[in-house]
């Protein structure tokens, strides 16, 4: 229920380019959320204390640009919370300020001046209109935001990592004293942009690049030890712009990567295939890699309309806190989840969407003593004769329906 804040008028903010969560205390929420072409491009954080039952709203339009449905939207979290102070919140939008900044936990927020140089660009913002704005040259501005909690001065952590996405010139920077300034990391490659970049258990920084922000056509994943101020490359392949690096929160050796974008047969327990993602797994720390691209199925978990499509913009990995058999995967048209992925045999992946649709409703009709119909984005729509039950797909399937 959380987005059901969002009235008509604001469904710009139906668009959540970033969330984060207080590693400190799991109640306190935060979204970014808006779109470019929606609500006059109303960007907000929407915050909640409560663990989602309810949210206020902050309009930063003024500071930052969102754009939740624009290309790039894997890339992040662009939101972040210090895990030393549940009052410190950085964020970063696609233009305008590189970097925005709460210390109130998220009611103000104010412009982060010192990185502001390495917005090179102005774009109008909205595209068809005549105010310009600095930016990125793709315009997808700040991708990710890193705290490291090792590093912590009267109670504020004070080394933060920002990624900017643009290649050919410096593109992750790092602050030692909590965003007051920055410096490039030199040790890293600018070939490539830091798409989602996460911190693990021994302190180091690992992040998932791509030569661009969506459908990229190489790619590498990096480890880098701020105490050493030293990258190794640990890339699995760098034929494919890549998703995300996730790591086991109980063993910093075992590493997922995704590609983004990428379109490979993966098959179905039913025989079927459909293109989508590449996985890698690896339990010695990047050393040595092995590609599910042939050794892993999918099965539709009772979903009646998911069979034949695939895992694909996996732009996103998360394992389970608790046991890190379990790893899930954005999809374009949902969740999928693992609870073996280090198995020796196939891992199965299931579609994992029970009160979690994904899919883009645009229109609903309830036929008078028969069924609902509904059409929706990407994938066609429904003849639902029971709404308790997910419907088959209609067929022919051409796509979006309005």
């Known amino acids: ?25 799991e109640k306190n929420i935060y979204l970014l959320g808006g779109c470019q072409y929606f609500s006059n491009q109303k960007t907000a954080i929407m915050y909640s204390k409560d663990g989602g039952e309810n949210f206020e709203t902050v309009d930063v339009t003024s500071l930052i640009f969102a754009h939740g449905n624009g290309q790039g939207r894997n890339c992040g979290e662009r939101i972040a919370v210090d895990p030393n102070n549940s009052d410190i919140i950085f964020c970063g939008g696609r233009a305008n300020n590189p970097l925005i900044k709460s210390e109130d936990g998220g009611k103000t927020w104010k412009a982060v001046t010192s990185l502001n140089d390495v917005y090179t660009k102005s774009v109008k913002w909205p595209s068809w209109g005549s105010n310009s704005y600095p930016t990125t040259p793709d315009e997808n501005g700040t991708t990710a935001i890193v705290f490291d909690g090792s590093s912590v001065k009267n109670g504020k952590t004070q080394r933060i990592f920002v990624g900017i996405s643009r290649t050919g010139a410096s593109n992750l920077y790092v ?66 712009g890549l998703g ?21 047969p993966q098959q ?65 048209n949902g969740i999928f989840t693992c609870e073996h992925i280090w198995c020796e045999g196939t891992p199965t992946f299931h579609f994992d969407v029970n009160g979690l649709e994904e899919t883009v409703a645009l229109d609903l009709v309830s036929v008078p003593n028969g069924d609902l119909m509904s059409v929706i984005g990407d994938y066609t729509g429904f003849i639902h004769d029971d709404i308790h039950q997910f419907a088959p797909i209609h067929d022919p399937a051409p796509g979006t329906t309005g």
């Open 268 to 332: 179905w327990d039913n025989g079927a295939s459909a293109n989508g993602d590449i996985y890698w797994t690896s339990t010695d720390g990047g050393k040595t890699w092995r590609s599910l691209q042939n050794n892993m199925k999918l099965t539709s978990n009772n979903v009646t309309w998911i069979p034949g499509y695939a895992i694909h913009w996996s732009g996103s990995l998360c394992f389970d806190p608790q046991d890190d058999n379990i790893i899930s995967t954005t999809s374009g």
């Open 244 to 264: 995300d690096v996730a790591v086991s929160p109980s063993d910093p050796n075992k590493l997922v990567v995704s590609t983004n974008n990428t379109w490979i």
């Open 175 to 240: 602050s030692e004293d909590g965003g007051a300034s920055w410096s490039d990391i030199a040790a890293l490659p600018t070939q490539y942009i830091p798409c989602r970049m996460k911190m693990d258990g021994n302190g180091k920084l690992l992040i998932a690049y791509s030569n661009a922000c969506v459908s990229g056509t190489a790619g590498a994943v990096f480890r880098y030890d701020p105490q050493t101020q030293k990258a190794e490359d640990i890339s699995p392949s760098k034929n494919y």
């Open 1 to 25: 229920h959380t987005t059901n804040i969002i009235s008509e008028e604001d469904k710009g903010l139906l668009s959540i380019e970033a969330l984060a969560i207080d590693p400190q205390n």
